[in-house]
């Protein structure tokens, strides 16, 4: 690079730098904010993209550069919160060191890497002019693919109209009891225009933004739908993360979730607020992201045509989708770890990406979630020892090959030592269930899933239900065809399958040996089933280069299959969609009720009627949300239990906190006072509140026993019906 543009980039990253700093402490406009916190991660991305990845179209490298950036903003953002705090000041730091990071990466542009993005042609290209007949046909099939492309945008953007209409801020089970059923017809045909778009050859680059918008809608359905929320743990979340904005920290500060926290706060900072907006919609929004990344590791790593490598990276979304579906640390972890898988085909075929970034992600992961961080490290590091293998000598293969054994066995059992570690830091409870493992029976029971039901003699239910329950075989198979494809390639392609395998052990060893006692019994099983889903994400890479492979050949040899297969595929994508969130039809019924305007009412009547009196309430999961959301975290209570000697939330948390399992108690004494008392006794006030939500099991029973019981009582819009209890000092 030369001198004089050198200089150029350093004044634009100081520029911009500059404006992002000065938007931190300036009373700019939104408008202006958004617009400077815009051009900074660009820019600075565009900054590091000139060395990390020199070699790539501008686009790709700014694309690259970008997502680097991100990683690089929460893994920083995370240790500076964790050993400070995210104030003003410390977030102008965290984006100098981006900043600078990016300038770095820019010096190092003269080590150039080997071009290999654009595919060789497979016919050499000719000096003549195409023929007028063939130069027409061109520009039918490019116009033809713009406008289906344009058919699939204009379709998706009704699918988010529809959604939006129905928006609701009742208390549902499913967002489908919403939700038009023109929903799926107009995602089916959205689908199927992409595809037609991609696979057909008209406009594979074209159709790469509406396979991204079809992922942005199929993730956003609860965002868009639930008013007030959706789900438990994001309300936690959000609430931790309008602390942080407005403190700094919050206390205790968790060793974990941390990249998420970070990254949703100095975007917060910089835009001068929205953390809530930010939160709902960090999760869709990366996943739509998901699309080009596997886009450019095909086209990179496998020189697949666009039009294969276009259509496979829409089959994304065949994946268990129920993690996307809402911002929690977990979901946000996992985007980090298929966007890592992703890119890393390039790095395993051909040593075409910059293992330093692998990495980067990783320690990203690992700041937000170690269920998703560790195994990702462990992936990270497999890549870099299989893919440098071919290249040493004798001796160096074998101490590659023992290194490989060594990081494969140790990460084989890397997350059950993980907790049972920290049990013995925190006091969690987590135990060894040994005698699982002497009993290969039981081991096998212990796997078994529930079965699922395929035949309620309904077509469309039939179908959907019935991908569900092959689904993960599919992929697996898929993934294990990819694996001989990649090598062709190069032998090190395996190091998807050797990380699945690791992390299929991980899933074994905590789905029956390791045990959470402390957990409701319902969740007990949450860890291991988080661990199959990577364990499916690992392979997915693979399973997509399947499917690239299945559709470049049908292209060449019966282009009439295509359609056959788009179609499928369409009708595979919308039912994923589908499965994604909570369902009541014939097969499942979802008993969880979300969060809604009457729970709202209900926790601002007890606290203006509490008038600053200390007091708990026993209520369900949807209402505690309710509070959380709109009071954050205020008040705790020393137990006076030393059976669980942890500070007690004022409101019920549904993960092994007592006072959940006194409001269970409570239901089932139909709100008798002698069950109320157990929570006066345990946060040590004088005042319990007992809410009963009107589609509680037995919840009119409950209502008239409680009456009788309680010094008070009143209810929301006939909804949520409130007890007062008072203990006489």
């Given at each position: 690079m030369s001198t004089r543009l050198h200089l150029q980039h350093t004044a634009f990253s100081l520029v911009i730098t500059a404006a992002a700093v000065s938007s931190l402490l300036l009373p700019w406009s939104f408008g202006v904010r958004a617009a400077i916190a815009l051009v900074f991660f660009l820019g600075t991305g565009f900054i590091a993209g000139k060395g990390l990845f020199a070699d790539e179209p501008q686009f790709w490298r700014t694309f690259l550069g970008t997502l680097s950036v991100l990683a690089l903003t929460m893994a920083v953002g995370s240790a500076v919160y964790y050993l400070h705090r995210l104030d003003t000041a410390s977030v102008a730091l965290v984006l100098l060191v981006d900043a600078f990071v990016a300038g770095l990466c820019c010096a190092r542009t003269a080590q150039r890497r080997k071009k290999i993005f654009n595919a060789t042609p497979s016919v050499t290209p000719s000096d003549t002019a195409p023929a007028p007949t063939k130069k027409v046909w061109l520009i039918v099939r490019a116009v033809t693919g713009t406008l289906l492309a344009g058919i699939a945008i204009a379709l998706i953007a009704y699918g988010f109209f529809m959604l939006a209409g129905a928006a609701t801020g009742t208390s549902i089970r499913s967002p489908w009891d919403v939700v038009p059923r023109?929903?799926?017809?107009?995602?089916?045909f959205a689908a199927a225009a992409t595809l037609a778009a991609s696979a057909g050859g008209l406009a594979p680059k074209t159709s790469l933004l509406a396979a991204a918008g079809l992922a942005l809608l199929a993730a956003s359905v609860a965002t868009t739908v639930y008013s007030?929320?959706?789900?438990f743990d994001p309300f936690i979340h959000r609430a931790t993360e309008a602390t942080i904005f407005r403190d700094g920290f919050i206390s205790p500060k968790p060793p974990y979730y941390l990249g998420q926290y970070a990254l949703v706060t100095i975007i917060a900072k910089l835009l001068g607020g929205s953390v809530n907006a930010i939160d709902a919609w960090l999760v869709p929004a990366a996943f739509s992201l998901l699309i080009p990344c596997a886009y450019w590791g095909l086209r990179k790593a496998f020189s697949f045509p666009p039009s294969a490598s276009a259509a496979a990276a829409l089959s994304i979304l065949l994946l268990p989708l129920d993690s996307f579906a809402v911002t929690t640390p977990q979901g946000v972890a996992n985007v980090v770890f298929l966007m890592t898988a992703f890119l890393a085909l390039p790095a395993v075929t051909k040593g075409a990406f910059p293992?330093?970034?692998?990495?980067?992600?990783a320690a990203a992961a690992a700041s937000i979630h170690p269920i998703a961080g560790i195994p990702l490290l462990i992936f990270a590091a497999l890549v870099a020892l299989l893919s440098s293998y071919e290249r040493r000598r004798t001796l160096h293969k074998v101490a590659?090959?023992?290194?490989v054994m060594i990081v494969a066995l140790v990460g084989a059992v890397a997350l059950p030592a993980t907790f049972m570690l920290n049990s013995l830091h925190s006091g969690a409870g987590v135990t060894l269930d040994a005698d699982t493992l002497r009993s290969p029976t039981a081991l096998i029971e212990t796997l078994?899933?529930?079965p699922v039901i395929t035949r309620q003699f309904s077509a469309i239910y039939d179908f959907v239900y019935s991908w569900k329950a092959w689904r993960d075989t599919v992929i697996v198979l898929l993934a294990l065809l990819g694996v001989f494809v990649a090598r062709k390639k190069t032998k090190t392609g395996f190091v998807y399958l050797v990380s699945g395998l690791v992390l299929a052990s991980n899933y074994v060893l905590l789905k029956s040996v390791v045990q959470?006692?402390?957990?409701?019994?319902?969740?007990?099983?949450?860890?291991?089933d988080r661990l199959w889903e990577l364990t499916l994400f690992v392979l997915a890479p693979m399973a997509v280069t399947a499917v690239a492979a299945i559709f470049s050949r049908a292209g060449k040899h019966v282009p009439s299959v295509r359609v056959v297969i788009a179609l499928l595929l369409a009708a595979l994508l919308t039912s994923s969609a589908y499965l994604a969130y909570p369902r009541r039809d014939k097969y499942e019924n979802s008993r969880g009720w979300s969060t809604d305007s009457s729970d709202i009412s209900a926790v601002r009547s007890i606290e203006k009627d509490?008038?600053?009196?200390?007091?708990?309430?026993?209520?369900?999961q949807s209402v505690s949300a309710a509070a959380v959301r709109e009071f954050g975290f205020p008040k705790y209570f020393a137990s006076k239990d030393a059976a669980h000697p942890s500070p007690i939330f004022y409101y019920p948390i549904p993960t092994g906190d007592p006072l959940y399992q006194i409001f269970l108690d409570t239901n089932a004494a139909l709100g008798r006072r002698e069950a109320v008392r157990k929570a006066m006794d345990l946060a040590g006030v004088h005042t319990a509140y007992y809410v009963v939500s009107y589609y509680w099991w037995h919840a009119q029973e409950i209502i008239l026993t409680a009456k009788r019981n309680a010094d008070a009582s009143w209810s929301v819009s006939d909804e949520d019906y409130v007890f007062k209890y008072v203990r006489t000092k």
């Open positions: 023109m929903f799926f017809i107009t995602f089916f007030v929320g959706f789900g293992r330093s970034v692998l990495f980067l992600f590659l090959a023992v290194a078994q899933a529930a959470f006692p402390f957990l409701i019994a319902y969740e007990r099983s949450n860890y291991a509490a008038a600053g009196t200390p007091y708990v309430v026993l209520a369900n």
